[in-house]
């Protein structure tokens, strides 16, 4: 059975960091793209992050470049989202989500698998 956990979601003041986890169990990673998400309230879903765990390529949406890293680790079937220099405007939940195949992209309609989701909340 393919399970998605996420973990490490909080309250935290702008400019500080969190670090989310995805933990993946029933199948491994190796030929999986997974990627992050965020949903606000009254918003879309949107792609914040992915990463091929193959060959490590990473991509970013605009909004986060340079603020977040995203990274894997695949002994642990694990991975994650370093997200550092929050803004007010990062507040949402975060989920993520695996797709097999080779194409990498953050449109969340082409991801098949998906966590339940954790909650990021930046406010003073």
């Known amino acids: 059975q393919v399970q998605l956990v996420e973990s490490g979601g909080g309250l935290v003041q702008p400019g500080g960091s969190l670090r989310l986890s995805c933990a993946a169990s029933?199948?491994?990673?190796?030929?999986?793209?997974i990627g992050w998400f965020r949903q606000a309230p009254g918003k879309e879903r949107e792609g914040v992050s992915c990463?091929?765990?193959?060959?490590?390529?990473?991509y970013y949406a605009d909004s986060v470049k340079g603020r977040f890293t995203i990274s894997r680790d695949n002994t642990k079937n694990t991975v994650y989202l370093q997200m550092n220099s929050l803004k007010p405007e990062d507040t949402a939940v975060y989920y993520c989500?695996?797709?097999?195949?080779?194409?990498?992209?953050?449109?969340?309609?082409?991801?098949?698998?998906w966590g339940q989701g954790t909650q990021v909340t930046v406010s003073s």
């Open positions: 989500a695996a797709k097999p195949g080779l194409i990498t992209t953050l449109r969340p309609s082409a991801y098949n698998y």
């Open positions: 029933g199948f491994t990673l190796d030929y999986y793209r």
């Open positions: 990463i091929s765990s193959s060959d490590g390529s990473t």
